[in-house]
């Protein structure tokens, strides 16, 4: 799990309430936004996946906190032309038939499709593996998937990193995020480096 503990450990201790969160998962019950969770300061959450954590499951069905779930592809998309200024962008209408949405069609020939509005918060708290100074970022791996687009759809962006290196030291083809969409950048601590569900396989 890639979460800015450092940050979300800020938050739990200023003790904000009635928070909206985009993620895309919720954590477990006692890490990442699990421990906005227990704190009830979340009120709403925006996210693709939550089968984790139970006490949020619990949260929900109490009407204690609102949920918005979304596909993958789609928070990214939202996230996407938030950042690009794009009000609305459409994804297929077979990823969920069910779905209320507005329904367009580019022409006469065209698959149907849903809008979607786009997403952009008031701060963004993103985790890289490097930065420099300059707020310069390098993601690992699947790091990738959500942040670029996060640090690029909110008004204020604070970027957490496992390292902090000197000016010049990450290799410009290499850098995910440069550092135009960065507000503020630390290097974070103690990091647990859990991991959501362990899986083996037998000899």
């Given at each position: ?24 998962n919720a954590g477990v019950d006692d890490f990442g936004i699990g421990v906005l ?167």
């Amino acid at each position: 799990m890639r979460h800015p503990e450092n940050l979300i450990a800020a938050v739990r201790r200023k003790g904000t309430k009635s928070l909206t969160i985009v993620s895309n998962n919720a954590g477990v019950d006692d890490f990442g936004i699990g421990v906005l969770l227990q704190q009830r300061q979340v009120k709403k959450m925006i996210s693709t996946y939550v089968g984790e954590n139970k006490l949020f499951e619990q949260l929900v069905l109490s009407g204690e906190l609102q949920v918005e779930l979304n596909p993958q592809g789609t928070l990214s998309e939202r996230l996407r032309a938030g950042g690009a200024g794009i009000p609305r962008s459409t994804r297929p209408q077979a990823t969920a038939p069910w779905s209320p949405k507005e329904r367009r069609r580019a022409n006469s020939t065209a698959a149907s499709t849903f809008m979607e509005r786009c997403i952009r918060g008031d701060f963004a708290f993103i985790k890289a593996w490097k930065g420099d100074r300059w707020g310069n970022l390098i993601y690992r791996k699947t790091a990738r998937n959500f942040n670029p687009m996060m640090a690029t759809a909110a008004d204020y962006v604070i970027a957490e990193v496992e390292e902090l290196v000197e000016l010049g030291k990450l290799d410009p083809n290499q850098v995910h995020t440069p550092g135009i969409f960065i507000d503020a950048i630390f290097q974070g601590q103690n990091y647990a480096k859990r991991i959501e569900r362990r899986t083996t396989r037998k000899a």
